[in-house]
């Protein structure tokens, strides 16, 4: 150590002046880079990447604090730290974002065509694409942004491409007609993922249609009345014996004029509705299931966009399926066929992404057959090869996994990787073979059977997961890359993606690299308001994480989540609430100016910091100690939110509080080499401190780091050697003689507090106990502004003396001399009174049933928490005046 750099330390922290000085210093000094090193063990970390259209969230500032205190930490105990970073092209995200800025400049997508287009996108993902990965390096994280990644590289796009390309081999892609969850705003497939279910408040409508050769009517139930232009079938169970004699019988479909049948199919619930079930097998699920059971025609009613088709009458061609529904609605009604109309209540997907009703579809489509893929993801999980924290997402994500259907992979966007098949388009001169698709990785210059150069390229691009699925393995670009970085270390993700990419990555990571992708995955909290709402840009109550650095600093934002955030549980969280990280920044900052600004006139020396040790230093360094023991604990187990309560105890409490101020008396002494050696132990372990604090709050304690001692040109705290623990150095005697200090000088501050003895007056005090040493004896005088100790076992408590019981020791404090006793008693008395006639008032709304079971919960259980705080109040002035008399 030597004299700081600066002779003025600034009296308050200001983050506005430090973080984007070091994080420049960082980047600068590449210090962030990893390269390949066999003499280091990697630590890998590869980001969840953000949407290119994505903005800074709270969510993404818990996740990625997360993945840099990991970093960070790693990074100081002599780790190959690496943390790829990058982005998703986030397909259809990015496509509506791409088409509602040219629809503003009145240009139409499909009018310039598909190349056009993704130019466009192109252009647009230049200039406001990865607007996110620049406001994530303000709140200090420390990825190797040399590596930084697209899922749209061409490296990576050959890679999603190649993947296709194999699997299509081993048989385990295949293209068939399946009914599909569609997105009518987006015109395209989506996965049963990103289908969010709402409770809806919609009508149950009960139509007749006649039975053809009798003067009857069968009554069927729907949810969904448009649908019914596409019914082919009416179905009732086997067993029910209302509809015995009418199975094998037709209708005739209102509207249509269709002929359809009615028969027997155990599928359909006999307590729902009327039992009889029309059967629309384009547009449900069960109903193309049993379509196909029963060989019913399917009759798609719908265009991609959710208009009715030519294969509905005339008069209700081309209109929105909302429009339609009401004019089937009214034509029932006015033709005498509408049986009645109930309130119904019942839960009806919607697009994540869109934001309307999907519609059941049947479509052609590219799918992935997941069986086989999935038994090594499980098994590894079930191994524990891959750990979960908390664990009890393996629930969650066994029973997905074990109840797993083939994933359709093909969304019928343009922005994306483009389906790698091609079909032969040769016409007269085609072979039998020619209809079987040509899947390649490069486009193919002819047909491999007949020759012809006419082909064309499949329409439909990847769904966005099946190019995130290969992030952790297809991020490194070389053999010798994936060799020394795959595995990763850690998965810090939300669990509302376990099954979109967790899952997936598992599987990914099995198939093609034959290993776990990552060996633990950390599913962060829910951030919500304050009254426990999901935070959401719809209900506007997400602050947005730049204001709140601008005006507490990204430490304080980091430490204050992190310090909220349990495991496993939804964080609660307003921007007021990073004050506490600021204060904690302004502790730690003014602790550390207090040693500096003595270092302008205390020379500190290295080779002093072990001589001259007393009482509390040994205390502070088996605390130290202790606490990293903990730390590491904490940490290892992926208990972070426990590991800030540690750091901030140790700092906040043992260091600030006590350690200081225990040293002020020697720092001021005569003797200039114990002051010099005091200085120069507390900045010693002051800088460990630093160090233990700094992967969650990197700027401040950078700052501080760099004051303490001149540096080398690169040199910075993020890649210093983290310090070890050093059990010898425990020393559990040092910490009990310390408690009891600590618990003495509280319970006189107490006392003083209680009495209204002021500050500034010396008191003495007796201490009845065997335990108490000359030493501890020393250290309470000066922390409690104490005249006079007396100690011993003999000693009694004197008249007219205020007194408190802690471990080990009796505690009197004489008050004669040092308030008036008389005004004293008064005031006690006066205020008893009136706690008394307080407590009465409020025992009696409490006895009153009426307010009990009438008023809200919250206010009843406020009301009693008052009361029990009054009554300890009342208890303690009883006691104090029971003292003074």
Request: hydrophobic share 35%.
């Amino acid at each position: 150590m030597s004299e700081t750099k600066f002779s003025e330390i600034p009296k308050a922290y200001d983050p506005s002046k430090t973080e984007d000085k070091w994080y420049k210093y960082w980047l600068d000094n590449e210090l962030f880079h990893s390269e390949p090193d066999e003499n280091k063990e990697p630590f890998t970390i590869a980001i969840p990447p953000p949407n290119v259209t994505g903005m800074l969230t709270m969510g993404h500032i818990l996740n990625n604090t997360i993945q840099d205190v990991y970093t960070r930490l790693k990074r100081m105990q002599g780790f190959n730290s690496c943390w790829v970073p990058g982005t998703d092209h986030a397909s259809i995200a990015t496509e509506t974002k791409v088409t509602k800025f040219l629809e503003d400049k009145g240009i139409d997508k499909y009018e310039i065509g598909r190349e056009e287009f993704l130019e466009h996108c192109q252009e647009w993902k230049k200039e406001y694409g990865g607007i996110i990965i620049q406001q994530l390096k303000k709140l200090g994280v420390s990825c190797d942004w040399n590596r930084e990644r697209f899922t749209m590289d061409e490296d990576y796009y050959r890679e999603v491409i190649k993947a296709f390309v194999d699997l299509y081999k081993e048989g385990k892609i295949y293209r068939g007609y399946r009914m599909v969850n569609w997105d009518p705003a987006n015109k395209s497939a989506i996965s049963d993922e990103e289908v969010l279910y709402r409770t809806v408040n919609g009508k149950l409508w009960h139509f007749r249609y006649p039975i053809i050769g009798s003067d009857r009517h069968i009554v069927v139930a729907t949810t969904r009345p448009e649908t019914m232009l596409g019914d082919t079938g009416i179905a009732v169970n086997p067993n029910d014996e209302r509809y015995q004699d009418i199975i094998g019988k037709k209708v005739k479909l209102p509207i249509v004029e269709r002929e359809i049948p009615i028969f027997a199919d155990e599928y359909v619930d006999m307590g729902f509705g009327t039992g009889a079930v029309k059967v629309t097998p384009a547009h449900d699920v069960n109903d193309y299931d049993m379509g196909q059971r029963h060989k019913l025609e399917i009759v798609n009613i719908f265009n991609p966009d959710a208009t009715t088709n030519k294969n509905v009458p005339d008069w209700l061609q081309g209109i929105d399926r909302f429009e339609a529904r009401k004019k089937v609605v009214e034509w029932f009604e006015k033709n005498s066929l509408m049986e009645k109309i109930e309130d119904y209540q019942n839960k009806v997907g919607y697009s994540e992404r869109g934001g309307v009703p999907i519609e059941p579809y049947l479509s052609e489509q590219w799918f992935m057959r997941m069986d086989e893929l999935a038994k090594p993801a499980l098994d590894v999980v079930r191994e524990g090869k891959v750990k979960f924290y908390p664990a009890h997402w393996k629930k969650t994500y066994f029973h997905w996994m074990e109840n797993i259907s083939d994933w359709c992979i093909s969304r019928q966007l343009w922005w994306g990787h483009r389906i790698p098949v091609w079909y032969c388009m040769g016409g007269d001169h085609c072979k039998l073979e020619c209809k079987e698709p040509i899947v390649s990785i490069d486009p193919p210059e002819k047909c491999l059977h007949c020759g012809s150069t006419n082909l064309k390229h499949d329409e439909d691009v990847l769904d966005t997961w099946a190019s995130s699925w290969l992030w952790a393995h297809a991020i490194f670009r070389t053999e010798e890359e994936r060799k020394y970085y795959y595995p990763t270390s850690i998965l810090v993700t939300a669990p509302d993606i376990i099954f979109f990419w967790v899952a997936r990555m598992i599987m990914a990571g099995m198939h093609f690299m034959k290993d776990i992708p990552f060996s633990h995955v950390y599913f962060t909290s829910v951030i919500r308001d304050m009254q426990g709402r999901k935070m959401s840009k719809s209900l506007g109550n997400s602050p947005d994480p730049l204001d709140v650095i601008k005006e507490y600093g990204a430490d304080a934002l980091r430490f204050t989540v992190l310090y909220l955030a349990p495991l496993g549980q939804d964080v609660l969280f307003s921007a007021d609430k990073c004050d506490f990280g600021r204060n904690f920044a302004n502790k730690i900052w003014n602790a550390g100016r207090f040693l500096l600004m003595n270092a302008q006139t205390i020379p500190v020396k290295e080779e002093l910091k072990n001589k001259h040790i007393d009482f509390a230093d040994e205390w502070i360094i088996s605390r130290f100690n202790e606490t990293l023991a903990e730390f590491n604990n904490a940490m290892d187990k992926f208990e972070i939110n426990n590991a800030t309560k540690i750091v901030y105890s140790f700092v906040w409490n043992d260091y600030c509080d006590w350690y200081v101020e225990m040293i002020k008396n020697r720092l001021y002494a005569d003797d200039e080499e114990i002051k010099s050696e005091v200085l120069s132990r507390a900045l010693s372990i002051f800088e460990n401190m630093l160090k233990m604090v700094h992967p969650f709050m990197p700027f401040v304690t950078e700052e501080l780091w760099q004051l303490i001692s001149e540096r080398k040109d690169g040199e910075s705290i993020s890649t210093s050697e983290f310090p070890e623990v050093k059990k010898e150095l425990i020393n559990p005697q040092a910490d009990g003689e310390m408690e009891t200090v600590v618990n003495i000088v509280s319970a006189i501050r107490n006392i003083r507090g209680e009495m209204n003895i002021p500050p500034s007056k010396k008191i003495n005090v007796l201490l009845k106990s065997s335990e108490v040493s000359e030493r501890q004896v020393d250290y309470i005088k000066k922390l409690s502004k104490v005249e006079e100790v007396e100690a011993g076992e003999s000693v009694t408590k004197p008249k007219a003396s205020a007194s408190a019981i802690v471990k080990s020791a009796e505690i009197y404090v004489p008050l004669e001399g040092l308030i008036d006793l008389d005004v004293e008693r008064q005031r006690l008395q006066k205020e008893i009174t009136r706690l008394e006639g307080s407590l009465t008032g409020i025992e009696k709304k409490l006895s009153n049933e009426k307010f009990v079971n009438g008023a809200p919960a919250e206010v009843v259980e406020k009301e009693r928490a008052k009361q029990r705080d009054w009554q300890e109040n009342l208890r303690k002035l009883k006691e104090i005046l029971e003292n003074l008399n």
